[in-house]
């Protein structure tokens, strides 16, 4: 049975986030009786780290998701990881600070922190109710009936490694230079809900060309190797 994003593992990150808000909470009603809580006070400190932790986190989600080569974690576990971290900054911040804001940059960062996370919840709501519109757009949607656009470039830059792997430094480093290539860079993002037949066959497009690159490198690599073996039959 397939699960989307948000039930990865049985809602894994779910219930973690779930049970260390909780913990977080507890501990900052406890502390708040001790001691006027603020962000200076030594467990105001440690909540300000691990909000700190948990916003880079967030922000290397958004190079692991244009990584086609990464090897730990799937996309979707990654995904998954995000959208609930992303939720649980908006408490986190808070009693980092002792719930205390004002007309400062401290409020302005946390108002646009609770932006760029409110954003995220309509975009994740987006990709569960809208999934056929993001179709042709990877593994980081992964439906039953998406085509796997992630592991299409996978395979063929796997192919390619190995092709060059016996070969000359030359031809190794014209077959890096075509996977440097090939790999999408274009950032597609919110397009998608207005652009999406364009840019579905841009994406298209790029990957059936990096495809057909792969194929003419093998080609090559094959004639060679025939030339050689022909080369040495003459030579005897």
């Known amino acids: 049975m397939y699960e ?3 039930a990865y593992r049985r809602y ?16 900052y009603i406890f502390y708040s009786r001790r001691i006027a809580p603020n ?12 909000s700190f932790l ?3 986190l967030l922000m290397y ?22 959208v609930y971290i992303g939720t649980m900054t908006l408490i986190l911040v808070p009693l980092h600070a002792g719930f205390k804001f004002g007309f400062d940059i401290h409020t302005l960062a946390y108002v646009l922190l609770a932006i760029v996370v409110v954003s995220g919840i309509v975009g994740a709501a987006l990709y569960l109710l809208l999934p056929r519109r993001f179709e042709p757009f990877g593994e980081e949607l992964t439906y039953p009936w998406a085509h796997g656009t992630d592991d299409e470039l996978r395979k063929i830059i796997r192919q390619m490694r190995t092709l060059a792997a016996d070969k000359s430094q030359e031809f190794a480093d014209a077959c890096q230079a ?7 860079k274009r950032h597609v993002g919110w397009g998608l809900l207005w652009r999406k037949s364009a840019t579905a066959a841009a994406v298209a497009t790029q990957i059936e060309a990096f495809r057909n690159t792969a194929s003419s490198r093998k080609c090559v690599s094959r004639t060679s190797s025939r ?9 005897r």
Do not use: C, D
């Open 54 to 56: 948990a916003i880079l």
């Open 4 to 6: 989307n994003f948000l």
């Open 39 to 50: 962000g200076a006070t030594l467990v105001g400190l440690i909540y300000g780290i691990l």
């Open 12 to 27: 894994f990150w779910g219930k973690l986030t779930l049970a260390t808000t909780l913990v977080l909470v507890i501990s």
């Open 178 to 184: 075509e996977i440097e290539y090939g790999i999408p």
């Open 61 to 82: 989600y958004g190079m692991r998701k244009r990584s086609y080569t990464a090897k730990h974690w799937p996309l979707r576990a990654w995904l998954s990881f995000h």
């Open 227 to 235: 030339r050689g073996s022909i080369s040495i039959s003459r030579s």
